[in-house]
């Protein structure tokens, strides 16, 4: 029964094995299942590995986005820092960065913010580190200041026009006494000049006497009056009149007399002399005030107004000064030297300051707030000038300015460029030949 058995049993699990072949051992589908079980949570978990690990430097990307320095030093770009203070190197401020690139924000292009070219025969440059270390590359800020500055400006004594009388005769005649017989002499009002004899004077000399003698002595009467108005027209003095009739006859030299105080300026007369209505007899000019005239630079004059107080000092006599107050700028322009004249008024007692004596007018002028940059900031080739503005990662921008005045060592900048752009300050020279360097080189052909 064994044998029979063992005969019917491969029947009874299935067909029979081909010769030559073994059966597989038992368990092996169990085993091929758990192989692919293995290799299904092998690979589960690589892709929970990597899914990890990309998650992981995402988050340290962010982190580190957010932690990236805020400011740095723009002639050492590798010193960074998330708080502002000072390079180690060059003690430069740190500059802010750009928080969307992490790097240099973009300095501003002047006041209105355009893009201006750069200078003729000038480019932007870009230098390495150790370039800019070794030319010794400085910078600064251009920065807003409170200035209190003084115009100084060249001027000249002048008499005043008003302060001119000229003498003359109402009738012809003939001179027949000089008592002021030389110019540059200071005379007084009512002070005689010289004496004329004038037909037509006389005559009405006469006219006057007889008249009074037909009055009975009364000069009261209307002939009388009308013949000694007549005198005062044709220039006789009420003096005179009065001595023609206290004398009873009449002056043959009528005297002429000064008309105001001053200095006789000029003299057209002399012993003899025909003179007539026309003639210039003196020019007598009144010097206890006179004219101080300065010319001032156009861009200047918007700074002054009437009223306002300078000084005048001689230049040979600096010592000789003198307070006045603007009271004229004259509306017209100098072509040539682009200048307007402007005067004051000074007294001048006992003539200190006479007609023609060159010296200097000095106008303190209001405070204003300015733009400054250091003056060796300050390229000027006589057709241009400019500065070159630091946009970090050693970039150089040539950028033309408009210059004022010098503020001892700084320079007032009138357009150009905008508080907080810096600028080179030294070794600039170097830094524009570089610049023409290669403006030189990229319009070769």
Request: net charge negative; proline share 7%.
């Amino acid at each position: 029964m064994d044998e029979g058995h063992e005969r019917e049993s491969p029947q009874a699990h299935g067909p029979p094995m081909p010769e030559g072949e073994e059966a597989p051992p038992r368990g092996s589908k169990i085993m091929a299942a758990v192989r692919w079980i293995i290799l299904a949570a092998s690979i589960g978990l690589a892709v929970f590995t990597w899914w990890s690990f990309a998650r992981a430097q995402i988050r340290s990307t962010e982190d580190s986005a957010h932690a990236q320095p805020r400011y740095h030093c723009p002639m050492h770009p590798q010193i960074v820092s998330n708080e502002p203070g000072e390079c180690p190197i060059c003690h430069m401020q740190l500059e802010p960065m750009d928080s969307d690139r992490s790097r240099p924000a973009s300095p501003s292009s002047g006041a209105d913010g355009a893009t201006a070219a750069p200078p003729p025969g000038t480019v932007p440059i870009r230098l390495a580190l150790d370039r800019v270390q070794s030319i010794g590359v400085r910078t600064s800020v251009a920065t807003d200041r409170a200035v209190e500055r003084t115009l100084r400006v060249t001027a000249t004594v002048a008499a005043r026009e008003q302060g001119v009388a000229e003498v003359h005769v109402r009738t012809a005649g003939f001179v027949e006494q000089v008592s002021m017989a030389q110019t540059g002499v200071a005379v007084q009002r009512g002070q005689m000049l010289l004496e004329v004899y004038s037909p037509q004077l006389y005559e009405a000399q006469t006219e006057l006497l007889t008249a009074r003698q037909w009055s009975g002595g009364d000069g009261g009467t209307q002939t009388s009056e009308s013949a000694r108005m007549k005198l005062g027209l044709l220039g006789m003095s009420n003096v005179d009149i009065d001595r023609v009739i206290e004398k009873g006859k009449p002056l043959r030299g009528v005297p002429i007399y000064a008309q105001q105080d001053g200095v006789v300026t000029k003299k057209n007369v002399v012993l003899g002399s025909y003179v007539t209505p026309e003639t210039t007899l003196y020019e007598i000019q009144d010097l206890s005030h006179v004219y101080v005239i300065a010319d001032v630079f156009q861009k200047d004059v918007g700074s002054l107004r009437v009223g306002m107080e300078g000084r005048f000092a001689s230049a040979a006599r600096p010592a000789a000064s003198v307070a006045a107050k603007l009271d004229l700028i004259y509306p017209t322009l100098n072509i040539e030297a682009r200048t307007m004249r402007v005067r004051m008024q000074i007294k001048n007692k006992d003539h200190r300051f006479p007609p023609g004596e060159y010296g200097i007018v000095e106008f303190v002028l209001p405070r204003r707030i300015v733009l400054v940059v250091p003056r060796d900031a300050v390229v000027d080739t006589g057709t241009a000038t400019y500065v070159f503005v630091v946009e970090g990662d050693g970039r150089f921008s040539p950028r033309s300015v408009s210059i004022g005045q010098s503020l001892g060592e700084d320079a007032e900048i009138d357009a150009g460029i905008a508080a907080g752009d810096r600028v080179v300050s030294g070794a600039t020279f170097l830094i524009d030949s570089e610049s023409r360097l290669q403006a030189s080189a990229q319009a070769a052909p």
